[in-house]
């Protein structure tokens, strides 16, 4: 494999036509210069210069590796300049999973503008992925971050930091009787049409808020199902039944004629955290972590 070193030496000569004058251009001596070109010629088995006395002068061969050679030199200054753009958490990839939750709070895409503006060369692979599968896809390292709705077991490999941590809320119809009243029983939910997200794989919040309900005295009879949360919340304005989201969602991101109120008894709440490798050593992955706790 060629040595750039010498392709550098050959450029110099070239341009020069002089073994002296390209020695000191580059700070070294006329004697390796020589040696190193001599060294090209046979490596390559191809005369570049013919010598003379006073000058050296191209081949056609010689012409022709000239442009080749400034131009894969101009790749390696490319290279590393990039190289250099990786080392300081300016250029590269990352690959980033999600769960829902971390949309309707609001955590993705402030962490995302705030990384563009720091990082905007930076390519961005964002997948909405369950919690098992981000662990699994970290430790194989085909994810570089991760928001995901618990953290990861202390001997997993992985680190992680709680981004959110909020409660359940209910929501209901602004119409609904319910929405006089400041502190609503169980019993009073019993027997009231309910509107859930369906039932997916790998679900962390419908199986908790049926055990919560169970554990309050009474079941709740889903009648709707919907394929996200706010879904639900716009059946919920329709008046078609009651639902729980959590707390960010109901802030942000309600329809009109939605009322929400807290249901200390059900005791649920909904948390993100961000998980990495805990060997991670990326700038990236440093910047990126506090593009998100800075929010």
Known sequence: MLDLRQLRYFIAVAETENVGQAAELLHISQ??????????????????????????????EG?????????????ALRVEAFGRRLGSGTAGRLAIGYVEAAIHANILSPALRRFRRASPAVALSLQALGTMGQFERLRQRTLDLGFT?????????????????????????????LCKLKNIQPAQLDQRPWISVA??????????????????????????ETSDPL????????????????????KANAPPDVVFRELPWLDLRVSVHL?????????????????????
């Open 63 to 75: 012409r022709d590796l000239l442009g080749e050679a400034r131009a894969l030199m101009a790749n």
């Open 149 to 177: 709705y618990r953290a990861p077991e202390p001997t997993s490999g992985l680190s992680s930091a709680v981004v959110i941590d909020e409660p359940l809320l209910l929501a209901m119809p602004k119409d609904d009787p």
């Open 31 to 60: 004697s390796p210069l020589s040696r190193q070109i001599q060294q090209l010629e046979d490596q390559l088995g191809v005369l570049l210069f013919e010598r003379s006395k006073k000058r050296l002068r191209l081949t056609q």
């Open 231 to 250: 879904s639900s919340l716009h059946l919920v304005s329709a008046g078609l039944g009651l639902a729980v989201v959590q707390a960010s969602l109901g």
């Open 275 to 295: 998980v990495w490798r805990a060997d991670e050593q990326r700038p990236l992955v440093a910047q990126f972590h506090k593009a998100v706790l800075d929010i």
């Open 199 to 224: 039932l997916q794989p790998v679900d962390t919040i419908r199986p908790a808020l049926l055990a919560g309900c169970q554990r309050a005295g009474f079941t709740p009879d889903i009648v709707y």
